[in-house]
């Protein structure tokens, strides 16, 4: 495992930098590292300076590993890490030179789109660790998106289990119209009644982050921070090489300092793809996919996978098995001539309720009017808008 390449800076700025990228190092090592896990190491480094790099480790250990089993994955990691970056600290008369993308390993075969269909080759699957630097909102992205918090109140909706008191609501409240009648001597003057009130439904977002992705990104980070905001019971990740649960920090009410906050938490922005291995990430957390059930998942992801497509339609079908709903919305689909044609997206396509545009805030605005309908509509609806036939997964 190799460090990032360090710059003729201060000693201070090596060390944060160092500090800042080994979170995505056991990340990519395998360990479930989400954001907040990664806060609290850096907080905790912040506030107890460590006197050595023992200390260094032991903090590392409380803050960012869940369970004795992943002791031995993080020493392993922690000693390749620090180890090696001090050695390279060591030397600033290096010349300052980029790091090399790495090369993707053995098991991650790249899978070739299907003749005709050359979308894919814009995706790639190295990790590349950077920070995103968002800019301000247009005008015209601020008007819609002034325009799509007025429709927030219109999402999915669904009715209560639990039955309250209600002037017009269509059960009687015996219980209640009995203990009034107690005080009118058993004489019944008025029936109580109650109803299921409506709450809101669950809304997950799934946002790829990737290189391919990289002039959308924003602005779907910018729409999930609106929702995030307005409506409750939203969640949202964000998924390139690995996946990074990002609703607390968008929780923030100024969406700059929102975006620039998780900016300095999720290290896989603009880099490669491997939504299959993302969101089997994902599935494999249980509180996570504890999320999908009942939601109305909504992924936005161009489907660009270089990996194995299996492993992709098998998490999208699981998702798809669990949510109320699943909605896939890709950039792609801006263009009039788009079909799915990869193997990977047209081995998810029976899978989808709906497969629709997101290729700026304006299509992003119309999903809107898409989901009653595909909420209250049948399942798998997204192989009637393309037919296509003969390929295999």
């Known amino acids: 495992m190799k460090a990032p390449a360090v710059r003729p800076h201060s000693p201070a700025f090596i060390a944060a930098e160092l500090l800042a990228g080994f ?18 190491f850096l907080q905790a480094a912040r506030a107890a300076p460590p006197r050595g790099i023992s200390d260094l480790a032991r903090i590392g ?7 004795p089993a992943d002791f031995p994955i993080y020493d ?9 970056s001090l050695m390279i600290a060591a030397a600033p008369d290096e010349d300052d030179e980029a790091p090399k993308p790495s090369s993707p390993r053995g098991d991650q075969s790249r899978t070739d789109p299907l003749e005709g269909d050359t979308a894919g080759k814009a995706a790639a699957d190295d990790l590349v660790r950077g920070r995103k630097n968002f ?30 008191p209600s002037p017009r609501g269509p059960r009687i409240d015996l219980a209640r119209t009995c203990r009034a009648a107690r005080a009118t001597f058993g004489e019944t003057l008025r029936m109580t009644r109650m109803s299921r009130p409506e709450r809101p439904r669950k809304l997950l977002l799934l946002i790829d982050v990737s290189g391919s992705m990289k002039a959308q990104s924003e602005i779907y980070l910018r729409f999930a921070h609106l929702l995030v905001r307005e409506r409750p019971r ?19 009410r100024d ?9 300095d938490m999720v290290f896989d922005f603009d880099g490669g793809t491997r939504i299959g291995s993302s969101l089997e990430e994902f599935l494999s957390v249980s509180r996570h996919a504890a999320l999908v059930r009942g939601a109305v998942t909504v992924l936005l992801s161009d489907g660009l996978e270089r990996g194995d497509p299996a492993e992709m339609v098998h998490a999208v079908e699981r998702i798809a098995r669990l949510s109320h709903r699943l909605v896939w919305a890709t950039p792609l689909a801006a263009d009039p001539r788009y079909r799915p044609l990869t193997r990977a997206m047209a081995g998810i396509l029976p899978h989808l309720d709906d497969l629709c545009d997101a290729g700026s805030l304006g299509a992003l605005d119309r999903l ?3 989901l009653d309908a595909v909420e209250h509509g049948p399942r798998g609806q997204a192989t009637r808008r393309f037919s296509i036939t003969g390929i295999a997964a």
């Open 23 to 40: 979170p995505a190092a056991l990340r990519e090592a395998g360990l479930v590292i989400d954001p907040g896990r990664a806060v609290c």
């Open 61 to 67: 250990r409380v803050t960012l590993t869940g369970s």
């Open 76 to 84: 392993a990691v922690f000693e390749a890490w620090f180890g090696q």
């Open 135 to 164: 800019g301000r909102v247009s005008d015209a992205d601020a008007q819609t998106l002034a325009r799509i918090r007025r429709k927030v109140a219109r999402l999915p909706h669904m009715q209560s289990r639990n039955w309250t």
């Open 234 to 252: 939203v969640e949202c990740f964000c998924f390139g090489t690995s996946l990074s649960r990002v609703t607390a920090m968008l929780k923030h």
């Open 255 to 263: 969406p700059d300092q929102a975006l620039g906050r998780l900016a």
């Open 368 to 370: 809107f009017g898409r």
